[in-house]
């Protein structure tokens, strides 16, 4: 386990800062040898873009994909008392031991894409102060959690999805990316995991509320972080940073990843250039959050579960792009005419 | 190899009315099990679709599956006199050693999804007759390529993916569109593996072409099918409907397949409910094929390929889908409150 090596915003700030950038060598490689593979130019459509994005981030023109890591962070959220959840607060730790002994939708995933899982539980028995009232994390608490999101990753890891559990956790997503984005609650609520119309109208309220009462604090992405995210999200920025300094590619999950991702994006430019979206999630929001952060999802199905099962499932996609690229013959090891 | 049980197109045409269709009680078991799972109703979206789809074709409320196949014919086109093609014709013998070779994109796509794959070159030094002079194919040399595919298909199976190879055959792909949906060439053309505009142009006149010449053998879709199709188009027929005889689920690639497919489509109703679309391709009329289909299809990353590349992807996307289904623990099992 890597220390974290800040203390406050303004260390992680400056460490942004100095993330490195894609081996531009490694791409150029890597666009040379897609040109010679037996298809006609294109053909694999997204495949061969994704394949010379993860050549370029992994320093090689012709790379494997061997050690995908799934991490799974949980918080809990004092914004519940606003009853923004159809389910109850107690489901976070709930689930998280239904992760632990494998039940859950995010294990079967990343056991098909042959990815380690690792959850970790964020002081679930200390909720996050209701953003109602004040900022949910003060910058002690949030740069914690920012720690244990950077500490988890393994450096021998070779691609990354941060995924989340959090019974309320869609409505702090929708505030902090109003603060990250503009716009207000009705831009961003969604029906999470099952809020009906009025539920959503209270989401949206609640969410105004947050914005109207943290103003003070959302001048920069990590005050914004902390007075309306939770210790989940504030980890996922943290693990995807730390993924950045080991130049790990991440594949993004839905609404509330993207949403902690955002901050980097907001924070230093091409902050998330080392990631691709997964999916575009049924939560409302998520294709909004998606054109502002200038991506395109891999995966379109309809899911809305976070627990990172969306960018898990597009490991597949990802590995058989890599797959194609590094394993097939080019036209002159295969003896095919080119048509060129 | 099971031997074909048809000698003609009517032999064909009543085994497909004989065919069977999905197990209604294995469809219902597994409805009331994916209710039960861990996870807010529908947060998986078009996977727990998928999921009770193939268990219903499966005939067990919790399926499982270990032996995809993949199954790649190739023919050559006479309609290529007429320049549709930017390639040679010797290209598809070519890359059928490449697939033989393993240097292709679907050996890699193919060993990423777990699947066998299986190459049957049909007849490569005797294409079809140029469909705008008369028929491609006579009705033997149709009904040999349907049993052809029939006798493809291992079964031991419990998923089956078609694709091809076949210089020319998005030209003959179109002109048997067209016949069996409606409309002319400018609907039904694209731009194939890499023709311009004037090669639109031309494979539109040569599609329409075709129609008139062949408007007499366009009343029933296996005329269509002989002649406006190719050898490899009609053993993906064959082997879609050898599927559904074994009561194997099948993933559609693109255009091509599609076009194979569309055969089973307007000769018996619900011909295709064992059959799920894999994804959009590039090809322009895909799309306008899916929607006369009735399918959404699972991926859209523009892929432009064939050899079954798109719908192999898609395997690892039902492969997932059946994973969480089966995988995951109830809510009494995992003592997660389930909100309800």
């Known amino acids: 386990m890597a220390t974290p090596p800040f203390n406050s915003f303004q260390e992680f700030s400056a460490l942004l800062a100095r993330l490195p950038s894609a081996d531009a060598g490694a791409v150029a490689g890597a666009e040379v040898r897609n040109a010679q593979l037996t298809k006609p130019a294109g053909a694999l459509g997204r495949l061969e873009e994704l394949a010379i994005w993860y050549a370029g981030w992994r320093g090689t023109d012709r790379p494997g994909i061997s050690a995908p890591q799934v991490l799974i962070f949980a918080g809990n959220h004092g914004v519940t008392a606003q009853g923004v959840s159809a389910f109850p607060g107690e489901v976070t730790a709930q689930m998280v031991m239904n992760f632990?002994?494998?039940?859950?939708?995010?294990?079967?995933?990343?056991?098909?894409?042959?990815?380690?899982?690792?959850?970790?539980?964020?002081?679930?028995?200390?909720?996050?102060?209701?953003?109602?009232?004040?900022?949910?994390?003060?910058?002690?608490?949030?740069?914690a959690a920012l720690g244990t999101g950077w500490s988890a990753v393994s450096d021998q890891a070779d691609l990354l999805v941060t995924g989340e559990m959090g019974i309320g956790n869609t409505t702090s997503a929708a505030a902090l990316a109003a603060a990250l984005?503009?716009?207000?609650?009705?831009?961003?609520?969604?029906?999470?995991?099952?809020?009906?119309?009025?539920?959503?109208?209270?989401?949206?309220?609640?969410?105004?509320?947050?914005?109207?009462?943290?103003a003070a604090h959302l001048q920069t992405p990590l005050g914004a972080l902390a007075a309306l995210g939770g210790r989940e999200m504030a980890a996922m920025t943290g693990a995807i940073a730390r993924a950045r300094s080991l130049s790990i590619p991440v594949i993004l999950d839905g609404f509330i990843c993207c949403a902690a991702a955002s901050v980097l994006?907001?924070?230093?430019?091409?902050?998330?250039?080392?990631?691709?979206?997964?999916?575009?999630?049924?939560?409302?929001?998520?294709?909004?959050?998606?054109?502002?952060m200038g991506m395109q999802p891999l995966l379109e199905l309809g899911l809305r579960l976070g627990e990172g099962s969306g960018a898990a499932l597009a490991i597949n996609i990802l590995g058989a792009a890599v797959a194609c690229h590094s394993g097939m013959a080019t036209f002159a090891e295969a003896g095919v005419a080119d048509g060129g």
Chains 1, 2 share one sequence.
């Open 265 to 292: 994006a907001r924070a230093v430019p091409g902050g998330l250039d080392h990631c691709v979206a997964g999916h575009a999630s049924a939560e409302q929001a998520h294709q909004r959050m998606l054109s502002h």
């Open 100 to 143: 632990e002994a494998g039940g859950a939708a995010i294990n079967q995933l990343s056991a098909f894409a042959g990815a380690e899982l690792a959850v970790t539980a964020l002081d679930l028995d200390r909720p996050t102060v209701d953003f109602t009232t004040g900022p949910a994390m003060s910058e002690a608490e949030c740069v």
């Open 181 to 214: 984005w503009g716009g207000g609650g009705q831009d961003w609520v969604g029906r999470g995991t099952g809020v009906d119309d009025a539920g959503l109208t209270l989401k949206a309220d609640v969410v105004d509320r947050g914005l109207a009462c943290n």
